[in-house]
């Protein structure tokens, strides 16, 4: 580890920053550094932290503008907040129990798919038979990677037609986590595809516009597997 990173590349010690301040960002949530507390001196966050002291510097900038923070000159640096509520959802999505993502995602997929029922274009269907397509194709040819890429697609291009933005960024922002997820846990499209035939009940019942219909079947995928 360095003991200085003026050696360091501007990308790879804002890295280091980011990092630094996620954790940081981490212990104060998690109520090690209550409200009004001082933070360690510099010397003591490098040595903990293993980095230099521009590392530093540049995350606490990140947590003041964060508002995670505040300098107070000649004083130091102190906990300003620790009630989360500036944190992005996707901040937030990252330090999430599995058990309390499963059950928002599967929440949000059913009301999306009842909102799809309601509100698809025939431009939305055609993105769904799309993905769709693909999503069986990376299957046959047992391609996990591409298999999940599409099923994604499929949710979002679903969560679109919806025609509730907000629904749609919701579910946008817990892609990333579920596409790491699912490629850490599978590795074989055979067990990838075993509800392959509840997807394409769902599709057709949002093709119907059967708002009950599609709400039971993303019900049944989401109880079943993905």
Excluded at 61 to 84: A, H, M
């Amino acid at each position: 580890m360095y003991s200085s990173d003026d050696k360091m590349p501007t990308l790879q010690r804002r890295s280091l920053a980011v990092e630094v301040a996620t954790q940081l960002q981490e212990q104060i949530l998690k109520g090690v550094y209550t409200v009004n507390q001082k933070l360690p001196i510099e010397q003591k966050l490098m040595d903990r932290f293993g980095v230099g002291r521009s590392t530093i510097r540049e995350a606490v900038k990140i947590l003041v503008n964060s508002g995670y923070l505040r300098v107070q000159q000649g004083l130091g640096t102190f906990v300003e907040d620790n009630s989360g509520v500036n944190e992005t959802m996707f901040q937030r999505l990252k330090r999430a129990e599995k058990s309390e993502m499963d059950e928002v995602r599967l929440l949000l997929e059913m009301k999306i798919a009842e909102r799809a029922a309601t509100n698809r274009t025939g431009n939305d269907i055609s993105k769904m038979e799309h993905a769709m397509a693909k999503r069986t194709k990376a299957a046959e040819a047992n391609l996990p990677e591409e298999y999940i890429e599409a099923h994604i697609n499929f949710y979002i291009a679903m969560a679109e037609a919806s025609r509730n933005k907000l629904l749609a960024e919701l579910f946008r922002s817990f892609t990333k986590e579920l596409k790491a997820e699912l490629l850490n846990q599978y590795n074989d499209t055979g067990i990838l595809n075993k509800s392959a035939d509840l997807h394409h009940k769902l599709l057709d019942s949002i093709i119907r516009q059967d708002p009950s219909r599609a709400w039971y079947w993303s019900g049944k995928i989401t109880g079943q597997a993905i």
